[in-house]
């Protein structure tokens, strides 16, 4: 079984599905999907961007009774950009059908929300703060509840999601089917699957990898006050489609998309202090191609399904291992090779070796970038000095 002509899902589904391009299975689709047909339960490890959201969106969508206006599937994520994400590909599968998903998250007018659910969506995709406050009001009822997704479950575990997560499933029916997606399998997870999952299918790919095959992983030691050339000289001698770079802070942030449209690139920040609005605003021009490069925290490093990333940049090293494998998934999505560079500063090299220690994928040493002058001394000085007069706790985290 290779193809998605081949698992025998409704014509319509299938039509949905073509129109995105697809065609082959990819290794969860191919392994998850047949027994969630089936009505078993599934637990499914696999790294962000393997087509996990196809593997249980297809059979939640193909289990569906369309004329019945309940809401009969309900998809847990941790992130509201993950939740508008979902939302927006089970929405594609479901083209040439009645079947509609609505996404439902924080930081939006309830109100807007209220409004939505008067169009009887089939599929909630939500994260677990709002759900619960929409259960709480009565605006949304599990009463006809047939179908559960916990995806990125790991990811709900580490943002203090775990106790919500529970009191959904509590108040959800015993009878229903449970699928959990999750990157990696804390102990905590696992103990979920035992409370509310029957017999569960497990499907680990990747177990001991974190799906790095497609991503050709380089690094790079440069001095702290030289990473900004470093960065603009990488930008300038790699063939970058859109590039991802991630920082530490909030702060500096929005300073390096500064500094790098004051230099000509079209770049624009997305951190947790930007209004939901900026945020969509930022997601919409990068996916479109009207920006290339997206300067972020780690609240995007996971849930966004963008395909045309070709490069993710660590202009900080992260200082959790995991938040390393969770940032370049960003790239290599859909089946297509990516990069991932990472700029090291001698302060960082610990957490380095920590992360090159985790992976059996070799990182290579860039080549090429021995000298970091490349830029006019102005701009140096200048981003010099947006660190310098910082209060001292923002230097240090600099």
């Given amino acids: 079984m290779s193809q998605f002509k081949e698992i025998g899902i409704n014509p319509r589904i299938l039509h949905g599905t073509e129109d995105l391009g697809f065609s082959t299975l990819f290794p969860i689709q191919e392994q998850a999907i047949p027994p969630l047909m089936e009505g078993k339960d599934v637990i499914g490890q696999s790294h962000t961007g393997s087509g996990k959201t196809a593997a249980f969106g297809i059979p939640l969508i193909s289990k569906m009774e369309e004329n019945d206006r309940h809401v009969q599937a309900l998809v847990l994520t941790p992130t509201r950009e993950l939740a508008v994400q979902v939302a927006k590909d089970i929405n594609a599968y479901a083209k040439y059908t009645e079947i509609r998903a609505l996404a439902v998250y924080g930081g939006e007018s309830i109100e807007n929300q209220f409004s939505r659910l008067r169009n009887f969506p089939r599929v909630i995709v939500a994260t677990p703060g709002r759900l619960i406050d929409h259960l709480r009001r009565g605006s949304i009822k599990l009463s006809a509840l047939k179908f559960v997704v916990l995806d990125e479950a790991d990811r709900m575990l580490d943002m203090g999601f775990i106790e919500d997560v529970e009191y959904i499933m509590e108040n959800a029916p015993v009878d229903i089917q449970t699928a959990l997606f999750s990157a990696t399998m804390p102990r905590e997870i696992l103990s979920l699957s035992d409370r509310y999952m ?130 370049i998934g960003r790239t290599a999505r859909a089946g297509k090779d990516g990069i991932a560079i990472t700029l090291i500063s001698q302060k960082e090299y610990d957490d380095f070796a920590r992360i090159r220690g985790m992976t059996k994928i070799p990182m290579r040493k860039m080549q090429g970038f021995v000298s970091y002058e490349m830029q006019p001394k102005i701009l140096q000085r200048n981003f010099r000095r947006r660190i310098r007069d910082r209060p001292s706790n923002f230097r240090r985290r600099w």
């Fill in 198 to 327: 029957r017999n569960p299918v497990q499907i680990l790919l990747s177990k001991d990898e974190v799906g790095l095959e497609a991503i050709d992983q380089l690094y790079l030691m440069v001095d702290e006050q030289y990473k900004f050339d470093a960065l603009c000289k990488i930008l300038t001698k790699q063939a970058v489609n859109q590039a991802l770079i991630f920082c530490d802070t909030k702060w500096k942030t929005g300073t390096l998309a500064e500094e790098l449209q004051k230099v000509g690139y079209q770049a624009l920040p997305i951190h947790g202090d930007l209004t939901q609005r900026q945020r969509d605003n930022a997601m919409m021009l990068f996916r479109n191609g009207k920006i290339d490069i997206l300067v972020a925290t780690d609240v995007a490093s996971r849930g966004l399904d963008i395909r045309g990333v070709s490069h993710v940049i660590n202009f900080d090293v992260p200082r959790e291992p995991l938040s390393y494998f969770h940032r």
